[in-house]
């Protein structure tokens, strides 16, 4: 905070007093002086804020020096804004504060026009007229201190002073408007423990109401509209005002106006307090179910809670799962050398066989590597036997050979624990083994005959077989199966035969395609590419975030009316045509005369109530609300229609 100007006295202030906070030279312990002054602080020296009535803030004040008066109330206005900051600690302090507000109430009483334009004020008035806006500015900040606001609500000048400025000044009057903004803020503050006369005690209503609802309605400043709703709302939620409630209030005409402008959230947030504050009274709630502005309110305040829900779209797939039928893989074995092609081989002297093994035995493989021994070991595994006839070549020229054959094959050597020395780009060749799908398996696996290319030769095959045969057993493989029949043996025999593959159909496919209306015929509808399956969802809004302020007391509202529009649905019934009356319960007839015309009309309006949840079902399902307490209400009201519907019908004819 920068440091303020010192008052005009402070020079004749003694020197005990303030300690080292006022030294301009201070004396270091070795005696020598500081090159550099210390910086003094201030608003809250002990100086300043001594608790007692030689207050030096006070007594300046009290003095109507000018200057002094000035820095007093400099320094209060910052003061004021702190916590720590009692108006009780300094006696006198709020009589000192009133005097030039309520000089300033009493000029524009008598009609002084302190802001003319014609004519220029005199320096004199616009120095006491800033004097009495300061003075309040520090009533009103001091007010926010819960202590401060009992001690003000209390203080006799403090209420004379509000009422005169509320009853004097001119919200149409720039000058008066901030005096009447500032004015009603206080009273905000003072409200929770200010108590209005009795309703029965005046035919007139309070100053204080009567003029705020005023300007609740009629003014077009929003400086002073949202400080008005909130401080009638503070006054009528103390009980021991309740009887200053009415139906037809002004301030409920201008809150139920403004609430359509959602973008104005403090102002809305102000008329939906007010609404809520003047609906908790059950009186005041029955009689606004006969409100004309019923239904449009509480389509408003729904709306205001769909515009403020933050959802998303959540999709959730309800298709069921899609088992696709893969392609039957075709293992795949190394290339071995056997019979004929293994005779040839033997027979060639070397290098030459070794050249014909590789280029036989390997192929070229992208990614695959061997390691240098695997060649060795395969190599001295197949010709070991042979070596008599012709001599093996070294290791080495093994491995020479592979890069002969296979010249983009890359002798590399892979570090870590252990080092491979491997040849990459070449691998095993590979064959299918789809062919032993078709191997006769007859005589319990001991058939010699080589595997067979389809199964009809297969078929032939084992009819020889079972036409040799005198066993009644299938002598299929380690088969159980025993039939002493040959036609039911030769059926059996099928069910060993592997079918021919045929490409696997899509699942999702149908059996036979319908074309739609239009569609161009397909000359091959069975090669066609099959249509892709179905994806049902489902897609559903969730909320993901709380509920704000307004939206809470929108509902709160919604609540209330809700309730009241069916408070005599859980009723115990009365005597009548129809009813015994409830057990126990002793009726008087004259009550019952006396209360009839108000039964009459609370049923009145429980029945417009009922019409109006009825007729904002739509808007009621579409809030989605975070809260599973707060969604239940709204389910509740939600279904209100569906419970009895006829009886709703009936109602509203």
Request: overall charge negative; glycine content about 4%; hydrophobic content about 40%.
């Amino acid at each position: 905070m920068a440091t303020a100007a010192a008052p005009p006295n402070a020079s004749t202030r003694p020197a005990a007093t303030g300690g080292a906070y006022y030294r301009t030279n201070a004396t270091h312990p070795s005696g020598t002086s500081s090159s550099r002054p210390q910086i003094t602080t201030d608003d809250y020296e002990p100086w300043y804020t001594q608790p007692s009535p030689s207050n030096r803030m006070l007594l300046s004040l009290k003095s109507e020096i000018p200057k002094e008066v000035e820095w007093a109330l400099d320094r209060l206005c910052r003061l004021s804004r702190n916590e720590q900051f009692f108006v009780r600690a300094i006696p006198g302090l709020i009589d000192a504060l009133c005097q030039w507000p309520e000089w300033y109430v009493n000029e524009r009483a008598q009609g002084r026009k302190l802001d003319s334009i014609v004519f220029c004020s005199s320096p004199e008035d616009v120095q006491l007229r800033r004097h009495a806006l300061e003075s309040l500015f520090v009533l009103r900040n001091a007010s926010f201190n819960d202590a401060n606001a009992v001690e003000l609500a209390t203080h006799r000048r403090t209420q004379n002073l509000l009422g005169r400025a509320l009853t004097f000044l001119d919200d149409q009057s720039d000058i008066d408007a901030e005096f009447l903004v500032n004015c009603i803020e206080l009273l905000h503050s003072c409200a929770p423990t200010l108590v209005l006369p009795p309703a029965s005690a005046s035919p007139t209503r309070p100053i204080h109401l009567a003029r705020l609802e005023n300007l609740t309605l009629h003014s077009t400043n929003r400086s002073l509209i949202i400080p008005s709703l909130l401080t009638l709302t503070l006054l009528l939620h103390n009980p021991k005002n309740a009887g200053h409630f009415s139906a037809t209030s002004p301030a409920l005409t201008a809150g139920l106006r403004y609430l359509p402008l959602f973008v104005d959230t403090p102002l809305t947030t102000a008329c939906l307090e007010f609404l809520y504050a003047h609906l908790s009274n059950s009186s005041m709630c029955q009689a606004f179910l006969l409100h004309p502005e019923l239904r449009n309110t509480v389509r408003l305040l729904l709306t205001l809670i769909i515009s403020e829900q933050a959802v998303e779209e959540t999709s959730v797939e309800i298709s069921a799962t899609v088992d696709i039928e893969s392609v039957p893989s075709v293992e795949q074995k190394n290339y071995e050398l056997v019979g004929e092609e293994l005779d040839t081989i033997v027979a060639m002297p070397e290098p030459e066989r070794s050249l014909k093994w590789l280029k036989t035995i390997f192929a070229t493989h992208p990614t695959g590597e061997l390691t240098q021994v695997e060649f060795w070991n395969l190599y001295k595994d197949t010709f070991t036997k042979y070596a008599a006839d012709h001599p093996m070549l070294a290791a080495a020229d093994v491995i020479k050979n592979v890069t002969v054959v296979f010249p983009h094959a890359q002798a590399m050597v892979i570090q870590g624990p252990p080092q491979k020395f491997v040849i990459r780009g070449i691998d095993r060749r590979k064959v299918a083994t789809s062919e032993e799908r078709f191997k006769c398996l007859w005589d319990r696996s001991s058939c010699s005959a080589a595997p067979l290319s389809t199964a009809r030769e297969l078929w032939s095959h084992l009819t020889d077989h079972l036409a040799l045969s005198t066993s009644e057993a299938c002598l299929w493989g380690q088969c159980p199966y025993t039939n002493s029949a040959t036609a039911e043996l030769t059926r059996h025999l099928m069910t060993h035969i592997a079918p021919t593959t045929q490409p696997p159909k899509y699942p999702g496919q149908p059996e036979i395609p319908t074309p739609s209306t239009g569609a161009v015929s397909d000359t091959a509808p069975t090669t066609r590419v099959p249509p892709p399956p179905p994806n049902p969802s489902i897609k559903y809004i969730t909320p993901t975030a709380d509920a704000p302020n307004r939206t809470l007391i929108a509902l709160l509202i919604i609540r209330i009316l809700f309730r009241a529009s069916f408070a005599s649905v859980d009723a115990a019934p009365r005597a009548d045509g129809d009813h015994f009356g409830f057990p126990g319960v002793l009726e008087e007839m004259e009550e019952e005369q006396q209360d009839m015309s108000t039964d009459v009309q609370s049923m009145e309006g429980e029945l417009c109530g009922r019409r109006v949840f009825v007729s904002v079902r739509d808007l009621l399902n579409s809030v989605k609300l975070r809260d599973a307490s707060l969604m239940n209400w709204i389910n509740e009201m939600a279904d209100v229609g569906l419970q009895h519907p006829t009886e709703m019908e009936d109602d509203e004819d």
